[in-house]
């Protein structure tokens, strides 16, 4: 799904104006990266957990030249995702809700 996708899905939940939609999509991206930039965790119940890992330098070759080369340590974002997600992402959830709805 492209980010136009995204907000126009958002727009039309929140029954807002497409400028509504862009602003909430927005403002959860900058929540995210302006908490991720400082260092600290992100967690999102029903969806996972966002953190920042350090890498270290390692040795990696460029694959023109053959060449071998130094790949400097840098920061770089993790994401697991929740329970709920990956039973959702696996058709799970459905399947659970139904069951348990049988059983009323």
Same mark, same amino acid.
């Given at each position: 799904?492209?980010? +136009?996708?995204? #907000? =126009?899905?958002?727009?039309?939940? *929140?029954?807002?104006?497409? $400028?509504?939609?862009?602003? %909430?999509?927005? /403002?959860?991206?900058?929540?995210?990266?302006?908490?991720?930039?400082?260092?600290?965790?992100?967690?999102?119940?029903?969806?996972?957990?966002?953190?920042? +890992?350090?890498? #270290? =330098?390692?040795?990696?070759?460029? *694959?023109?030249?053959?060449? $071998?080369?130094?790949?400097? %340590?840098?920061? /770089?974002?993790?994401?697991?995702?929740?329970?709920?997600?990956?039973?959702?992402?696996?058709?799970?959830?459905?399947?659970?809700?139904?069951?348990?709805?049988?059983?009323?």
């Amino acid at each position: 799904m492209s980010l +136009a996708n995204f #907000k =126009a899905k958002i727009t039309k939940t *929140l029954k807002g104006s497409k $400028a509504e939609g862009d602003r %909430a999509v927005r /403002a959860v991206i900058d929540g995210i990266v302006d908490t991720l930039s400082g260092g600290k965790p992100l967690r999102l119940p029903g969806l996972g957990t966002f953190r920042v +890992a350090q890498t #270290k =330098a390692r040795k990696g070759r460029n *694959l023109r030249t053959g060449q $071998a080369i130094t790949i400097p %340590a840098a920061k /770089a974002v993790r994401f697991k995702a929740s329970p709920t997600l990956k039973r959702a992402v696996n058709g799970k959830a459905k399947k659970a809700a139904a069951k348990a709805k049988g059983r009323r």
